[in-house]
């Protein structure tokens, strides 16, 4: 199956933090991507996920020309 470079905004509102950032994840589908997500991220901001998945289906993504295995491979959060 064909992947994918997801660049994805992920940003966590006031209350419970104002941090967010930008995460790049290789995966198959929108809903892969969202689970390697919420893994890393442990299910801390759950509330947030609603915004997570409307994020996925937004982000730029880029089909990969070789087999890569799917993870979260970089993420930049202030």
Not at 9 to 17: A, L, M, T, Y
Not at 27 to 48: K, M, P, Q, T
Not at 68 to 78: A, L, M, N, P, W
Request: hydrophobic share 40%.
């Amino acid at each position: 199956m064909a992947k994918f470079l997801y660049i994805v905004d992920h940003f966590v509102g006031f209350p419970q933090s104002e941090y967010g950032g930008v995460w790049n994840v290789i995966a198959e589908s929108d809903d892969e991507c969202f689970d390697l997500i919420s893994e890393v991220d442990n299910g801390d901001y759950e509330g947030c996920y609603v915004n997570l998945r409307n994020n996925i289906v937004k982000a730029p993504r880029f089909a990969l020309a070789d087999a890569v295995e799917s993870e979260v491979i970089d993420r930049f959060i202030t």
